[in-house]
């Protein structure tokens, strides 16, 4: 299973944490979003995009190399938040289905957010992503990425 990750992490590398793990276990390429025009996603068995969470979304800038994914090809979303929803990613969610790329799955966590008034008691998920999340993160891949290779 040959995968690659186009994401952006800003506020506290809270997201690259998380794809850092997986690399490191599975081999993953991670590209930075601003950095993925070009790439020829057309190589790859599997495309995840990730993101910290921002007004309830994935990045811009990684909703729009989405709009790239070849047809066909299967995708997985991994987020980090400063408290759990299953409603963040709606833009990103429509234009996977819109362009029917099957969606292997989706894992979230919680990540150290000092967003608006959040910094003035120091931060919420303080200590996220923990080890425990990256953890239940290379579950996440093994299970629903690495699994449906099989
Ligand atoms: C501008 C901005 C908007 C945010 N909006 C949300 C939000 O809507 N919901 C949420 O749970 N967290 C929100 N957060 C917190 C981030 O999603 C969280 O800290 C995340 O782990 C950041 O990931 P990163 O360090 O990879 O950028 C926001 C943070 C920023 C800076």
């Given at each position: 299973m040959r995968a690659a990750?186009?994401?952006?992490?800003?506020?506290?590398?809270?997201?690259?944490?998380?794809?850092?793990?997986?690399a490191a276990e599975f081999g993953v390429e991670l590209v930075e979003a601003s950095k993925a025009?070009?790439?020829d996603l057309s190589s790859y068995d599997?495309?995840?995009?990730?993101?910290?969470i921002y007004y309830s979304e994935f990045a811009q800038a990684v909703t729009?190399?989405?709009e790239h994914l070849p047809a066909g090809m299967p995708a997985f979303l991994i987020y980090t938040c400063g408290s759990k929803?299953?409603?963040?990613g709606s833009a990103i969610r429509g234009v996977l289905a819109e362009r029917a790329n099957p969606l292997l799955g989706t894992f979230g966590c919680r990540g150290w957010d000092t967003f608006g008034l959040f910094r003035l008691i120091g931060g919420i998920a303080k200590h996220h992503p923990d080890d425990a999340d990256l953890a239940a993160a290379r579950a996440f891949y093994a299970n629903k990425?690495?699994?449906a290779g099989e």
């Open positions: 990750i186009i994401y952006h992490s800003s506020h506290h590398g809270n997201t690259r944490k998380v794809l850092d793990a997986l025009s070009g790439i599997a495309v995840g995009f990730a993101s910290g729009a190399c989405a929803s299953s409603r963040y990425v690495l699994g």
